[in-house]
């Protein structure tokens, strides 16, 4: 058999065990993507995500809070949809998580065009986003807690 390459994930597919990177069923799972192209389509919207977050806090030091607040949180929401392609955004685990983030995100919409100053609500988003990936990691949030000493 010949090598595709040295990302190829269908050789690596008998050693890896399903559940090492996904859990359960993808909020896509309609689409009828392998694990493989679930993968590339995390990777991809993780980056389009990254790169969009980055151009936004770009434009936010060069004192553009609009397109700041767009790009920022377009970014966000492709990273956090880029989630869905390998583990359900929406298990009961994270679905508080889930809510209290996409409610920062229209808030920070507020604050750049309503109230003039987003800084706040960036601050609840990227809190709210960080609490929704560590429902990823078993006990992440547990152990978050107890280093803040709210456990």
Same mark, same amino acid.
């Given at each position: 058999?010949?090598s595709k390459g040295w990302?190829?994930?269908e050789?690596?597919?008998g050693? +890896?065990?399903e559940?090492?990177?996904f !859990?359960?069923?993808?909020a896509?799972?309609f689409? #009828?993507?392998?694990?493989t192209?679930?993968?590339? #389509?995390? $990777? *991809?919207?993780?980056?389009? #995500?990254?790169a969009l977050?980055?151009? *936004?806090s770009?434009? /936010?030091?060069? =004192?553009? /809070? *609009?397109?700041? @607040?767009v790009?920022?949180t +377009?970014g966000? /929401?492709?990273?956090l949809?880029?989630?869905g392609? $390998?583990i359900?955004m929406?298990?009961?685990?994270?679905?508080?998580?889930?809510v209290v983030?996409?409610g920062?995100v =229209?808030?920070v919409? $507020?604050g @750049?065009?309503?109230?003039k100053n !987003?800084?706040?609500?960036? +601050?609840? !988003? &990227?809190?709210a &986003?960080?609490?929704?990936?560590?429902? &990823?990691i078993? &006990?992440?949030r547990? @152990?978050? /807690?107890?280093?803040? *000493?709210?456990s």
């Amino acid at each position: 058999m010949p090598s595709k390459g040295w990302f190829n994930l269908e050789s690596a597919g008998g050693m +890896i065990p399903e559940t090492q990177f996904f !859990e359960g069923d993808s909020a896509f799972k309609f689409l #009828g993507l392998t694990r493989t192209q679930r993968l590339y #389509g995390f $990777v *991809g919207c993780l980056v389009i #995500g990254f790169a969009l977050s980055l151009l *936004g806090s770009i434009l /936010l030091f060069l =004192g553009q /809070l *609009g397109s700041f @607040a767009v790009l920022y949180t +377009i970014g966000i /929401l492709v990273s956090l949809v880029g989630t869905g392609f $390998v583990i359900g955004m929406f298990k009961p685990v994270r679905i508080i998580a889930t809510v209290v983030f996409l409610g920062s995100v =229209g808030l920070v919409f $507020v604050g @750049a065009f309503v109230l003039k100053n !987003e800084v706040l609500f960036v +601050i609840v !988003e &990227y809190l709210a &986003y960080t609490w929704y990936n560590l429902s &990823y990691i078993p &006990y992440a949030r547990s @152990a978050v /807690l107890k280093l803040v *000493g709210m456990s």
